[in-house]
């Protein structure tokens, strides 16, 4: 008996300090190719979370990271959002790096009326969902934007005239090409071609003999790190290296070692880079998550950075709006985002950014071009 | 220029398809079933082989051949585990059971490998030729030459020594086979680690030009299935050039109707293959005779 009471008391101990606590959930690919990724964003998070938890939480309240895998798949990714709405109670839920896997979250967390944050899907229907009541907020690259951003990269740089396309076959891929279509009829041009290749293609000769055929001087490249490499293999096996403007897939993994020698080919856009001249913030998330992690011994070991940074500002911002809603109730927390004023962050300084019309935080102006020189992402042109 | 460089890659993936697919018709044409998770046994080839050469610094020859033989090694596990039990029952459930043994490899991977894809570099594989205005690579020669020379080796095995003849026999008929002192089950196990192996050499040979990790063998066994079932899966060399068909195929398709359309075309050109010719392009029908 005096075990069962024990017990009960230990239960409802436990309940207690469940109740003190505010959830904040994690949807994303913890294993399989892009598992660097998913691990950089919980990181961002975590590092935001002690920061907030050290001056005593949110509404009195500590922070507390739940987070599940969802395998890079659409449906697990669904039942990991489940789990952790209905389970794990979440008051605001973050998402992973796969665009597909977000957009099929999308839907649930409109419904369920819980703010969906995501620090690194790119998808532009992600947040621009076409819900009357949109609970979808992003701190992270949005394709439509990234795509004007390639195209004046590849013809300031580059001087490019024909670029083709090569991307990945996926809805991530489709985003992709109609954003870049908009970017190029907006200036009157048309592609080289447009060709798509499966995540899990070995040779992708065939697609870039077309586009080299059709005379492009430029690549427009999306895909993942691995799809990613398997097209600057295939290149190398032809011989042939066009300027190639990438979206920022390489970053999420060991880009050199699966690329080869022609990785610091690929140009690609990140939001953030440690290296060069931090802010104050830049030197403190650095420091802490040097703490924090023992193999992060500096700047080239935060990889990729644009999973920690986004995930980092994303939380603070997220902090922000629940303290600005006075309470973890969907509805209320919403219009707490709405009515963030400024926010000195990681990335930038973010002065109200996010409106009803507005619910991604970064934009073009905010956009670093990188390359892969040995295993770090540095700015183009940057010596180690 | 295009259907020149398709068909470079066309031949090196088709020859990888037949391999795998030889896989299947090898344990097929003696038992009857298959191992259905042949990509994770064409996985298993690549991350032995990078384990040993990469990892534990071993030279790539013996590194390859001792990948191989763990791969064989596989193979009779999988018989063992996941094929005798239901088998010698009469049931089917080792269908389901190769898939799961399929899956177990592939998440023990996971644990054990890694979660993130390695890149297996090999100095020699990176030297190219220039073919009609094309960049042909060692590994790119190199591979549909191995396919075939193991198709041939399997052919002749086969044909000219006693065991393969041991072989044949359980093919035609195992009871009699068996009256005549014919070690079935043995022959089986050994269709099996043959099975493995050749996946194993698939995965070891694509390895250079993909990349190494725990799925990369799902689709490639999906594929090289289709293969199978398209050569008609009771003929060695039906099947390997069905691999050569398929592969070419999907790289003319690629070539000169666009990316789009490759998936599309090649398994609906599968469908219309077999609804014209049952059997497969190069099978017979199977006659029992009584």
Not at chain 1, 42 to 69: P, W
Not at chain 1, 137 to 158: G, H, P
Not at chain 1, 240 to 246: E, F, G, L, T
Not at chain 2, 181 to 194: D, E, K, Q
């Amino acid at each position: 008996m005096r075990y069962l009471i024990a017990a009960l008391a230990f239960a409802l101990s436990a309940t207690a300090v469940h109740a003190q606590t505010i959830k904040i959930g994690l949807v994303t690919a913890l294993s399989g190719q892009s598992a660097r990724a998913g691990e950089a964003i919980t990181r961002g998070l975590s590092v935001a979370i002690d920061e907030i938890n050290a001056k005593g939480g949110v509404l009195g309240r500590k922070l507390e990271l739940a987070r599940r895998d969802d395998e890079a798949t659409p449906a697990k990714g669904v039942i990991a959002a489940r789990e952790l709405l209905f389970k794990e109670k979440v008051a605001v839920l973050f998402g992973g790096l796969d665009t597909p896997v977000s957009l099929a979250i999308v839907p649930i967390v409109n419904q369920e009326k819980i703010v969906f944050v995501g620090p690194w899907a790119a998808g532009t229907p992600i947040t621009k969902n076409g819900a009357k009541e949109n609970y979808v907020f992003r701190v992270s690259a949005v394709d439509e934007i990234v795509n004007r951003a390639m195209l004046q990269y590849a013809q300031k740089t580059f001087n490019a005239k024909n670029c083709g396309m090569i991307l990945v076959n996926n809805p991530w891929g489709e985003s992709n090409e109609k954003g870049l279509m908009a970017a190029l009829s907006a200036k009157g041009i048309k592609p080289a071609g447009i060709e798509k290749f499966e995540a899990n293609d070995v040779d992708v000769v065939p697609q870039l003999t077309r586009l080299k055929a059709a005379g492009a001087d430029c690549l427009f490249l999306v895909g993942n790190v691995g799809p990613s490499a398997q097209v600057v293999k295939s290149l190398d096996r032809m011989g042939w290296m066009p300027p190639i403007v990438s979206h920022w897939g390489p970053a999420g993994g060991r880009f050199t070692e699966l690329a080869g020698p022609s990785a610091p080919n690929v140009h690609f856009v990140q939001t953030y880079s440690f290296f060069g001249k931090q802010t104050p913030v830049g030197h403190k998330v650095l420091k802490a998550l040097m703490a924090k992690y023992p193999d992060i011994k500096g700047p080239g070991d935060v990889t990729p950075a644009v999973g920690v940074a986004n995930a980092y500002d994303a939380m603070m911002l997220t902090a922000m709006a629940i303290q600005n809603a006075g309470s973890t109730d969907g509805p209320k927390v919403r219009e707490g985002f709405y009515k963030i004023a400024r926010y000195e962050g990681l990335i930038k300084t973010y002065e109200r950014p996010f409106t009803p019309d507005n619910h991604d935080a970064v934009n073009e102006n905010d956009y670093v071009w990188t390359q892969f020189i040995d295993n770090q992402i540095l700015p183009v042109g940057m010596k180690k | 220029m295009l259907v020149t460089s398709a068909l470079i890659s066309g031949l090196a993936l088709g020859s990888m398809y037949g391999l795998l697919a030889l896989g299947f018709y090898v344990t097929y044409a003696v038992s009857s079933t298959v191992n259905f998770a042949q990509g994770s046994s064409m996985m298993l080839g690549a991350v032995f082989a990078y384990t040993l050469a990469v990892t534990f610094g071993w030279p790539f020859v013996p590194a390859a051949l001792a990948a191989l033989a763990l791969c064989a090694l596989y193979g009779v596990i999988v018989e063992r585990l996941a094929v005798r039990p239901f088998a010698r029952r009469g049931s089917s459930a080792w269908l389901m059971a190769t898939v799961a043994l399929g899956i177990i490899a592939d998440n023990a991977v996971l644990f054990t490998f890694g979660k993130e894809p390695r890149g297996f570099s090999l100095a020699w594989a990176h030297g190219s030729v220039r073919v009609a205005g094309i960049n042909v690579s060692y590994l790119q020669m190199a591979i549909p030459a191995v396919g075939l020379a193991l198709a041939a080796g399997l052919h002749l095995f086969s044909r000219k020594t006693r065991y393969g003849k041991a072989m044949l026999a359980v093919v035609q008929n195992a009871d009699a086979a068996r009256l005549m002192g014919i070690n079935v089950p043995l022959a089986i196990t050994l269709a099996y680690a043959a099975s493995t192996l050749f996946a194993g050499a698939a995965g070891i040979m694509i390895a250079p030009l993909f990349n190494v990790h725990s799925d990369m063998g799902t689709l490639f066994g999906l594929k090289a299935f289709a293969v199978a079932i398209l050569g008609g899966i009771t003929s060695a060399w039906g099947v390997m050039l069905a691999g050569l068909i398929f592969g070419l195929t999907e790289a003319l398709i690629t070539a000169l109707l666009g990316s789009t359309y490759t998936q599309l075309l090649s398994f609906a050109l599968v469908i219309v293959a077999l609804a014209l010719m049952p059997n497969g392009l190069f099978g017979r029908a199977e006659v029992k005779k009584v």
